[in-house]
C-alpha cells in the first residue's frame, strides 16, 4: 500500500497518545479536525444513496408489471406509481448533488486548521471519500438512464404484441413508429373494428393510448435527471485516475467502517 493508504488508515489513531491518564479520546481529536462532522454528513449522503436504489427498484418492479397489463385503467395506475417515484427520485438525486457541493467547499475550508493543510492524510481522506460519493451518483443516475432506454426499447415490443394481436398481422416498421409516436391506434385497427365490432376493439385502443402517454410522460421526467449524470460525470472526470485505484476502494470501505463511530 501506498502513503495515501497507510497515513490514512492512522486517521482514527489521530491524537493518538490516547493519552489514558489525562483522558484524551480519538472522537475529541477527530473533531479538531473536522472528521467527525464530515463522516456524519458523509452517512447521510449514505443513507440517500440507499433510498435512490429503493425507488430505482421500485421503478424497475412497475416497468416488469407494465408490460403484462391489458387495460387502460391499470396502466394509468402504474404510471401515476411511476410519477410519483420519479419525482421522489429528482428531490433526492438533488438533495445529495447539494449535499456534495457542501462538501466540497468544507473540504476546502477545513484545509485551514492545522494538520489539514491540502496534501496531508486529513484532506485526501477527505476527498477520496467525497470523490468516491460524487461517482456513485454519477452510476446511480447512469442507472436511471438506462432505465428509461430499457423502457422506450420495450415499449415498442409491446406495441408490436398488441397489433398483431388485434390484427393478426405484423405491422411494418413505419407503421409501428407512427403510432409509438402519437399514440393513435384507431386508423391502424380500422380493418379490425369493421370486421371484430368496435366495442371490442376499445379497450386495447386505450390501452395503448395510455402506455403511450405513459412512456412519454416517464421518459420525460427521467431525462431530466440526465442533467444531474452530467454535472456529476464532470466533477468525477476532474478527478483522474484516483477512483480507479484499489486502494483508493479500500480506503473508501475503511473510512466508511470509520464512519459509523459517528451516525
Given at each position: 500500500m501506498n502513503d495515501l493508504l497507510v497515513d490514512s488508515v492512522e486517521l482514527p489513531r489521530m491524537g493518538a497518545s490516547r493519552d489514558l491518564e489525562?483522558?484524551?479520546?480519538?472522537?475529541?481529536?477527530?473533531?479538531?479536525?473536522?472528521?467527525?462532522?464530515?463522516?456524519?454528513?458523509?452517512?447521510?449522503?449514505?443513507?440517500?444513496?440507499?433510498?435512490?436504489n429503493k425507488q430505482l427498484q421500485k421503478l424497475q418492479g412497475a416497468h416488469e408489471e407494465s408490460k403484462s397489463v391489458t387495460k387502460a385503467s391499470a396502466m394509468k395506475a402504474i404510471k401515476q406509481r411511476m410519477e410519483k417515484d420519479v419525482d421522489e427520485v429528482g428531490k433526492i438525486a438533488r438533495s445529495i448533488k447539494q449535499k456534495l457541493e457542501f462538501l466540497d467547499a468544507d473540504n476546502v475550508a477545513n484545509?485551514?486548521?492545522?494538520?489539514?493543510?491540502?496534501?496531508?492524510?486529513?484532506?485526501?481522506?477527505?476527498?477520496?471519500?467525497?470523490?468516491?460519493l460524487k461517482k456513485k451518483l454519477k452510476d446511480r443516475m447512469s442507472d436511471f438512464q438506462t432505465l428509461r432506454?430499457?423502457?422506450?426499447?420495450?415499449?415498442?415490443?409491446?406495441?408490436?404484441?398488441?397489433?398483431?394481436?388485434?390484427?393478426?398481422?405484423?405491422?411494418d416498421e413505419e407503421t409501428i413508429d407512427r403510432l409509438i409516436e402519437t399514440g393513435d391506434s384507431e386508423q391502424i385497427?380500422?380493418?379490425?373494428?369493421?370486421?371484430?365490432?368496435?366495442?371490442?376493439?376499445?379497450?386495447?385502443?386505450?390501452?395503448?393510448?395510455?402506455?403511450?402517454?405513459?412512456?412519454?410522460?416517464?421518459?420525460?421526467?427521467?431525462?431530466?435527471?440526465?442533467?444531474?449524470?452530467l454535472d456529476m460525470a464532470v466533477l468525477v472526470e476532474s478527478q483522474g485516475d484516483m477512483l480507479d485505484n484499489i486502494e483508493t476502494q479500500v480506503l473508501y470501505c475503511f473510512l466508511l467502517f470509520i464512519c459509523d463511530s459517528f451516525a
Open positions: 489525562a483522558g484524551t479520546s480519538v472522537t475529541a481529536h477527530t473533531s479538531d479536525l473536522g472528521m467527525e462532522d464530515f463522516f456524519k454528513q458523509v452517512k447521510e449522503i449514505e443513507k440517500l444513496m440507499e433510498k435512490l484545509r485551514k486548521k492545522p494538520g489539514c493543510e491540502k496534501g496531508t492524510s486529513v484532506d485526501r481522506s477527505r476527498m477520496t471519500m467525497t470523490t468516491t432506454q430499457m423502457i422506450q426499447e420495450e415499449y415498442r415490443e409491446v406495441v408490436e404484441r398488441r397489433v398483431f394481436t388485434v390484427t393478426g398481422t405484423k405491422a385497427f380500422q380493418k379490425a373494428i369493421q370486421e371484430q365490432g368496435r366495442g371490442r376493439i376499445m379497450d386495447t385502443l386505450a390501452e395503448i393510448q395510455e402506455r403511450h402517454d405513459a412512456v412519454k410522460d416517464i421518459e420525460k421526467k427521467l431525462l431530466d435527471l440526465h442533467q444531474i449524470f
